[in-house]
Nanobody, 119 residues
């Protein structure tokens, strides 16, 4: 059974930093696309950063230069280092992993971790 478990959220002041972690079990990262999404109050879920199976990276314009996503295959974990946090970064952050097999897409999500940035 595939499980993604996020941790590292919390309350931080504007300008502060947090590092989110996503530990995966029941699946290995190789050949998979992984990423971080967030959903703010009253907003739709949006992509924050994605690391494709081929190695290409995407960071949303709103977080470029502030957030960095990286993974540790040895720990089967994905991380999101968030610096210079702003109140608008307040959201529930979700870890995502997906891949396609025989033209069928398989999507997995973590339970989310709350990040609150106070002004």
């Amino acid at each position: 059974q595939v499980q993604l478990v996020e941790s590292g959220g919390g309350l931080v002041q504007t300008g502060g930093s947090l590092r989110l972690s996503c530990a995966a079990s029941g699946i290995i990262f190789s050949g998979k696309t992984m990423g971080w999404y967030r959903q703010g109050p009253g907003k739709q879920r949006e992509l924050v950063a994605e690391l494709a199976s081929g190695g290409s990276r995407i960071h949303a314009d709103s977080v470029k230069g502030r957030f960095t996503m990286y993974r540790d295959p040895a720990k089967n974990s994905l991380y999101l280092q968030m610096n210079s946090l702003k109140p608008e970064d307040t959201a529930v952050y979700y870890c995502n992993l997906w891949y396609t097999l025989r033209q069928e897409r398989y999507d997995y999500w973590g339970q989310g971790t709350q990040v609150t940035v106070s002004s």
